[in-house]
Nanobody
Framework: QVPTVESGGGLVQPGGSLRLSCAAP????????IGWFRQAPGKEREGFSC????????YYADSVKGRFTISRDNVKNTVYLQMSSLKPEDTGVYFC???????????????????WGQGTQVTVSS
């Protein structure tokens, strides 16, 4: 399986918004669970959200709940991560990936079903 392709990152002030995109050249995203992960400077990569392909439900870590929203456009074969009320602690490289499981208990697991993409840098700073 080819890696996903993330885009949309950038520099934003605290309280601002960004929308990240996750594309999948060569395969159809709606058939898979998709997870979002991030890696802050000096820290390990962490999973914080996922979209279940079977029931269409989304799951979020408490740290982003109410501020981040996953959605999927099947026509464009793209998954989005809308981020609002961004905080400096949201700074990091963001990755999307196919996940083997997606539930309230597994959204953070790095049980990815393919290679990691390059990620997209998000910097929240004034």
């Amino acid at each position: 399986q080819v890696p996903t392709v993330e885009s949309g990152g950038g520099l934003v002030q605290p309280g601002g918004s960004l929308r990240l995109s996750c594309a999948a050249p060569g395969f159809t995203l709606e058939h898979y669970n998709i997870g979002w992960f991030r890696q802050a400077p000096g820290k390990e990569r962490e999973g914080f959200s996922c979209l279940s392909h079977t029931v269409g439900r989304t799951y979020y870590a408490d740290s982003v709940k109410g501020r981040f929203t996953i959605s999927r456009d099947n026509v464009k074969n793209t998954v989005y991560l809308q981020m609002s009320s961004l905080k400096p602690e949201d700074t990091g490289v963001y990755f999307c990936a196919v996940k083997k499981s997606c539930s309230s208990g597994t959204y953070s697991l790095p049980d990815i079903g393919g290679p990691w993409g390059q990620g997209t840098q998000v910097t929240v700073s004034s």
